[in-house]
């Protein structure tokens, strides 16, 4: 089946700065119209939206990550980004990488990767 293969997670220190990436296994024609997206779950809380960048280009954010977080993506290469900047100790979750292609009422999910905001 398709597979989404999450990277860059790591510890950094409040204030720092980190980016991740998601590799999907799709044929380019399918990654190119489908929407991507960063979710994310902390512990003891629910799994929740971060970012998403539809297929045209357009990207929304939770208000927690505007002016923080930029979501972009690279047709050619199947991967989608997430640069986080000025990380907070609350930003600190497993982040979930998600694939929803609409036309194939199919929605795929990466296996996630750690981020720990700390000092």
């Known amino acids: 089946q398709v597979q989404l293969v999450e990277s860059g997670g790591g510890l950094v220190q409040p204030g720092g700065s980190l980016t991740l990436s998601c590799t999907a296994s799709?044929?380019?024609?399918?990654?190119?119209?489908?929407?991507m997206g960063w979710y994310r779950q902390a512990p003891g809380k629910q799994r929740e939206a971060v970012a998403n960048?539809?297929?045209?280009?357009?990207?929304e954010y939770a208000e927690s990550a505007k002016g923080r977080f930029t979501i972009s993506r690279d047709n050619a290469k199947n991967t989608v980004f997430l640069q986080m900047t000025n990380l907070k100790p609350e930003d600190t979750a497993v982040y979930y990488c998600?694939?929803?292609?609409?036309?194939?009422?199919?929605?795929?999910w990466g296996q996630g990767t750690q981020v720990t905001v700390s000092s």
């Open positions: 960048i539809l297929h045209i280009g357009r990207a």
């Open positions: 998600r694939a929803n292609i609409h036309y194939a009422g199919r929605e795929y």
């Open positions: 799709l044929s380019q024609s399918m990654f190119s119209i489908a929407t």
